[in-house]
């Protein structure tokens, strides 16, 4: 099984999302990346967790179960 760094994952995490924060500085203040930018403290920690915990299902993914073998898919 492979190991995790909760801390390195949560420095990485936050260092692309301010990327792309700044990039979207411009948009709307309605604009998902704002309110993600003031709750990025309960999300980013969930979803690292989750990674960790192997429990974390991606949004826009289909997401099939075989015997051996998992796979992730992007519907059409």
Avoid at 40 to 50: S, Y
Avoid at 57 to 72: G, I, N, Q
């Amino acid at each position: 099984m492979k190991r995790w760094d909760f801390s390195g994952m949560l420095s990485v995490g936050r260092t692309l999302f301010a990327k792309i924060h700044r990039q979207k500085r411009f948009a709307n203040p309605n604009n998902d990346v704002h309110f993600m930018a003031r709750e990025m403290d309960d999300w980013l920690v969930t979803g690292i967790q989750r990674l960790i915990d192997g429990t974390y299902t991606p949004r826009f993914l289909k997401r099939y179960y075989f015997k051996d073998e998992m796979v992730d898919q992007l519907p059409h």
